[in-house]
């Protein structure tokens, strides 16, 4: 593996796959219209006991990865909405802790849901897992050697290619480059993640 040399019609796109668990990451290379895979892989974290080691692991692994290949774009699979409330919590600290450390070494930000981005590789939002890593690996000619065993890696070169096919649409999705940007834009959905927040813990005093 070796550090991505651009040229200057070429950007680098940085797709993360949050988890409390497993992170996935995914890097393409735009090169014009054309996608080209440079890398994808997974952060293990299922071993480190303390939540707050794992975000710590998460965050310095988010920054190993912008320094080491310079993305010019960051892309990350939004938080769905689950029955499990302690989950979703975790995996929102996740997320924002990735999130936080692209816009330490200012990368604008974009965000897509997941049923958006099987819709933009498979062509069916009730994709799976396997069923879209069959059909990235096909689409960016991907070695049988370079594929992975946990989902998650190709997970979030999913989100890297949807970003591709966003950006090459000139569709814009939910780019931020600051929180201050993001709370402006997303008024309704901040203080109704702060009431949810306050309501979880008068329940959890009473």
Same mark, same amino acid.
């Given at each position: 593996?070796?550090?991505?040399? /651009? ?8 797709? *993360?796959? +949050? ?25 293990? *974290?299922? /071993? ?5 080691? /794992? ?30 409330? =302690? ?20 990368? +604008?930000?974009?965000?897509?849901? +997941? ?15 396997? =069923? ?10 991907? +070695?049988?050697?370079?594929?992975? =065993? ?15 096919? =966003? ?40």
């Amino acid at each position: 593996m070796s550090p991505v040399k /651009k040229g200057a019609a070429e950007r680098i796109i940085l797709g *993360i796959d +949050p988890g409390t668990n497993l992170m996935g990451f995914g890097i393409i290379r735009s090169v014009g219209n054309k996608a080209e895979f440079v890398d994808l892989g997974v952060l293990d *974290i299922r /071993k480190v006991s303390d939540t707050y080691m /794992k975000l710590k692991a998460i965050y310095d692994k988010i920054i190993e990865l912008v320094d080491y290949y310079l993305p010019d774009e960051f892309a990350i699979e939004s938080q769905f909405f689950g029955k499990n409330v =302690q989950s979703m919590l975790k995996l929102g600290r996740a997320q924002g802790v990735a999130i936080a450390a692209a816009l330490q070494r200012d990368l +604008p930000i974009a965000e897509y849901a +997941p049923l958006k981005i099987k819709m933009s590789i498979t062509g069916n939002g009730a994709a799976t897992k396997e =069923q879209v890593a069959s059909m990235l690996q096909r689409q960016l000619n991907i +070695p049988d050697e370079a594929m992975q =065993q946990h989902l998650d890696a190709t997970d979030a070169l999913g989100v890297a290619l949807c970003h591709f096919h =966003q950006i090459n649409r000139v569709v814009p999705e939910k780019h931020f480059t600051s929180w201050k940007e993001f709370a402006a834009k997303n008024e309704k959905r901040v203080s109704g993640w702060k009431e949810f927040v306050e309501n979880r813990k008068k329940k959890e005093e009473e």
